[in-house]
């Protein structure tokens, strides 16, 4: 149908195969009425997105394959830098004395922090 019916051009050619893609992938509209239907199944009207109309038809599912150790290894040791320095944050904070001076340099007589300016 894509081959002799669409506008797009390269629908025409490919016949309107998208080939896998994953939910996020898709606009919302296309995506929940696609992931909704059976393998086999067309859809039954029209599916509009901000991309114009389209008739689905899901000839195949698959689970997306899980990436290698090499693929996520920048992001997992990202995550372990910064959970690291967070928890040496949290105990700098804990162990810091905080004194405030005058601009002048002198000690500030013991008051209480002042409050955040109010917007």
């Not at 309107?16 to 696609?34: H, I, R, S």
């Not at 967070?86 to 905080?98: D, T």
């Given at each position: 149908m894509a081959k002799?019916?669409?506008?797009?051009?390269?629908?025409?050619q490919t016949g309107g195969d998208l080939g896998y893609f994953t939910k996020a992938e898709m606009v919302p509209q296309f995506a929940d009425a696609?992931?909704?239907?059976?393998?086999?199944e067309v859809?039954?009207?029209?599916?509009?997105?901000p991309f114009g109309y389209h008739i689905i038809k899901v000839e195949d599912r698959r689970l997306k394959a899980m990436p290698s150790y090499d693929?996520?290894?920048p992001?997992?040791?990202?995550?372990?830098?910064?959970e690291a320095v967070q928890q040496v944050v949290i105990e700098m904070r804990g162990k810091a004395k905080i004194k405030r001076n005058n601009p002048d340099g002198t000690p500030m007589a013991d008051q209480p922090?002042?409050?955040p300016a109010q917007n």
């Amino acid at each position: 149908m894509a081959k002799s019916k669409s506008k797009e051009p390269s629908a025409a050619q490919t016949g309107g195969d998208l080939g896998y893609f994953t939910k996020a992938e898709m606009v919302p509209q296309f995506a929940d009425a696609a992931f909704a239907m059976k393998v086999g199944e067309v859809s039954s009207e029209p599916i509009k997105s901000p991309f114009g109309y389209h008739i689905i038809k899901v000839e195949d599912r698959r689970l997306k394959a899980m990436p290698s150790y090499d693929e996520v290894k920048p992001a997992i040791r990202d995550h372990l830098v910064k959970e690291a320095v967070q928890q040496v944050v949290i105990e700098m904070r804990g162990k810091a004395k905080i004194k405030r001076n005058n601009p002048d340099g002198t000690p500030m007589a013991d008051q209480p922090a002042p409050a955040p300016a109010q917007n």
